[in-house]
């Protein structure tokens, strides 16, 4: 059955996140949360790799288990990992873990054991910083990320696939990226087709919609055309978002559209989830 290779050392997967890095990403993104949506977007990568790295911890170290590329597209395409990892496309795990650009001390609010909250700080490491300039190359982060996925099934032909997750708030100013996005999941290994997922959100406005399964309900042609660009999920990955309640159907796609914090926060999560890792 495809999408169930055990994930190990040897036989490892990557994650590429492309990133719109357009000057509208500095709009909010809607719902009660004022925040601009490039912050939520860098926010919830650096998030993601900081859970990645203690999932994947053990006690000679983070074990590399995945390969990660952080890929903006905005003013330029291109890598968007600063301080060491600076211009590096898929970094280990262990290196992304030993490498954060910086270190910030923010504020949390906890449960105080008391039915209420309090505020305490926390250290939250960075590896890419919000950025929105320019416009939405998308056809050229998606032959970039092509590039990438083609080395990757080369070198690991027998491993779970890798995942390409797009986050993106406006269309593509280069271009239809329908055969873009076609030539990424035409790679494969033996284990299934390289999967393309996509977030969109909207400055067109409409109702927000989760992993569907067509594209009845979405407003407008260019969301049914990521819709169509964006791969089926597979079955462990479709068990988990119903567990996460979302309905879903051997249709379901990894596609979100108009989301919110929590909607983003959640197709990172849904779509990174591995296999058994070994």
Known sequence: MPYTAEIS?????????????????TDPIGGEDPKKKADVVADAINRLLTELSVKCAKEEGVRDYF?????GYGAAVGSAFQGEL????LVPLSEVADAPARIETRAKKVPDGAGGLVETTVQFPLWMDPVAQGGTPMNRALKYAETLVAGWTERFPGSF???????????STDGDP????????????????????????S???????AFPDSDADLPDDYARALFAMSSPLPTHMRS???????????????????????????????????????
Do not use: K, W
């Open 178 to 201: 329908a055969a873009s996005a076609a030539a990424i999941t035409a790679h494969a290994t033996a284990d299934g087709a390289v999967l393309l997922f996509n977030l969109h959100v």
């Open 203 to 209: 400055a067109a406005g409409g109702a927000p919609s």
């Open 67 to 71: 390969h990660i590329a952080v890929i």
């Open 86 to 89: 600076t211009g590096r496309d």
């Open 161 to 171: 696939p890798p995942i390409v997750l797009n986050l993106t708030d406006g269309e």
């Open 240 to 278: 988990y978002a119903a567990s996460q309640g979302q309905r879903v159907s051997e249709n379901t796609r990894g596609f979100v559209y108009n989301a919110d914090v929590t909607s983003v926060v959640q197709f990172l999560d849904i779509g990174t989830r591995a296999t058994e890792l070994r």
């Open 9 to 25: 050392r040897t036989s490892p997967t990557c994650f590429i996140f492309l990133v719109d890095q357009s000057t509208s990403m």
